[in-house]
């Protein structure tokens, strides 16, 4: 199976959070993979900014706040290795585009983060969302976008793990099916 090449450079996120919001909640880790190339990846837990959390958001991830607070990367330092790991896999010339499924869930949080930490978003304000390209190429309803429904035509029905590097993963293989399709590669 061939991998589409890409003019920009597609970086598949995920992320897991205490709850729905960077203002009141903490962003608990990345993962991230280049899109071509998914063995390059990237993956860090953060310490919490707070003790702010909704016990369903641990449910889903599994993530453990005590063990977070004492071996989790803290915020400015997360960012930091992850815009230098987006330099490192970047190719010469191309600037990095945020690719999620939901991006608007994820984007949110990574990109009050850089803003917080660093001062500055490293994607600027570069954010593809799956489900709306699927919506859009499906001719489907938003409740059709579901990863329910998308996993069963590009993951053979297989669903997420909620560990925020297999997910990035696993939505670019996604990402990688839909274009693939789009472009009738």
Known sequence: MNTPTFDEAYISVDVETAGPNPSQYSLLSIGACLVSQPEHSFYVELQPINDQMLPEAFEIHGLAIDELKKQGIPPAKAMARFESW?????PAGRLPLFVAFNAPFD???VNDY???FLGHNPFGHAALDIKALYMGYAGSTWKETSMKNVSMKYLGGRQI?????????D???????????????
């Open 86 to 90: 987006l330099d490192s896999i970047l």
């Open 107 to 109: 984007w949110m949080f």
């Open 171 to 185: 939505q670019a293989k996604i990402f990688t099916g839909l274009y693939r399709q789009i472009r009738k590669v």
């Open 161 to 169: 793990s909620h560990n925020a590097l297999e997910d990035a993963i």
């Open 114 to 116: 850089f803003h917080r």
